[in-house]
């Protein structure tokens, strides 16, 4: 009597357990989808076809370090070049991310310093390995898109113009050393597992930039693949992140985290690397030069950038925090002929 209830009890243990392992397999299949389409996002086209953008990264810092001389110039370049949106690089709030939906750096580092009438346009953000510090979702949620409009981040995503498509990319999740630091702490939901997560986003990447049929790609990241700033190239993008750009051929990569300006040309494709990470603090006289890079130009002290595209052509220009062009640079493609 006693072996038979204990062996019962064994089976109905076991029944259990297999109950159970077969939810958990259910379960994990909604939660984590083997890989699916990146989310997209479409803006809409000025009657003349015409697309401008200003790019600034790693700014949050409540007006100080120039953050508010970069804010004021962008607005002027932005009513002068009638921007369609603005691309933030990530690095959004120092130093720590944000602390949650409501935290005031929110507006304190955004809403209150972007006030220019150029620069209530969409923003279109991805996380920098800061804003992982603190509640990364928070800078997903839509609640912050209720504070302020403007407001856009998401991890990973593709922004689709009439001629222009922007795939962007976190880049956080690549980079080892945030795994093993003992120093910082890092919002990892949403990302663990982590190799699932980069193999899945890989992938997605990749299927995206295949179905485009877009005359321009452009990728953003907040990482620099190349960089000759403090950080310098981020060997686990060349790795995973730029086989791939180059096998879709992707016209520019563009990236903050170096607190500078760079126009980086790749020395074995047509990618153009753009560093733009200088809306507020800067590194003045953190270069490091050498010469395996096509560097066309860098600028160690703070400032943004500018892309006006047509059909057939990108003008890429910097400005440092008094508004002055420091670098321009054409990019010309030709019209595809009919034959
Ligand atoms: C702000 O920019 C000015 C140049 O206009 C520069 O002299 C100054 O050092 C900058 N301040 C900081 C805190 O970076």
Redo the contacts with the bound molecule.
């Keep these: 009597m006693v072996a038979s209830m204990a062996s019962m009890a064994t089976r109905f243990r076991t029944r259990a357990m297999v109950n159970l392992c077969y939810l958990a397999v259910v379960f994990c299949a909604f939660l984590v989808p083997s890989f699916a389409e990146l989310q997209r996002i479409e803006h809409p086209t000025k009657s003349d076809a015409s697309l401008s953008f200003l790019v600034v990264g790693d700014w949050g810092r409540k007006g100080?370090?120039?953050q508010s001389?970069v804010a004021f110039q962008m607005g002027r370049i932005g009513e002068k070049l009638d921007i369609d949106f603005v691309i933030s690089t990530g690095d959004n709030f120092y130093d720590n991310g944000l602390e949650g939906v409501y935290d005031p750096a929110f507006r304190e580092s955004f809403t209150n310093i972007y006030t220019a009438k150029s620069l209530q346009k969409q923003w279109y953000s991805v996380l920098g390995n800061h804003d992982y510090r603190g509640d990364a979702e928070a800078q997903l949620s839509p609640i912050l898109r209720r504070i302020d409009k403007r407001w856009l981040c998401l991890r990973s995503f593709v922004l689709k113009t009439e001629k222009v498509e922007f795939f962007f990319v976190d880049t956080t999740p690549f980079v080892d050393k945030y795994f093993t630091e003992p120093d910082y702490t890092y919002d990892w939901r949403g990302v663990e597992p982590r190799k699932t997560y980069l193999a899945n986003l890989l992938k997605d990447l990749d299927t995206a930039l295949k179905k485009s049929t877009a005359k321009w790609k452009i990728v953003v990241g907040h990482h620099a693949i190349r960089s000759v700033g403090h950080h310098g190239d981020t060997p686990e993008l060349i790795k995973f992140l730029l086989p791939i750009l180059k096998a879709n051929n992707v016209d520019l990569y563009i990236n903050g985290h170096d607190h500078c300006l760079e126009h980086i040309a790749s020395l074995d494709s047509s990618i153009q690397f753009l560093t733009s990470g200088a809306g507020s603090?800067?590194w003045r006289g953190d270069l490091k030069l050498h010469d395996n890079h096509a560097v066309k130009f860098v600028y160690d002290?703070?400032g943004f950038m500018s892309v006006k595209m047509t059909e057939n052509s990108a003008l890429i220009a910097f400005y440092d925090?008094?508004g002055k062009v420091l670098h321009k640079w054409k990019i010309s493609k030709q019209l595809h002929s009919a034959i």
């Design positions: 100080f370090y120039n001389e603090k800067a002290g703070q925090v008094a």
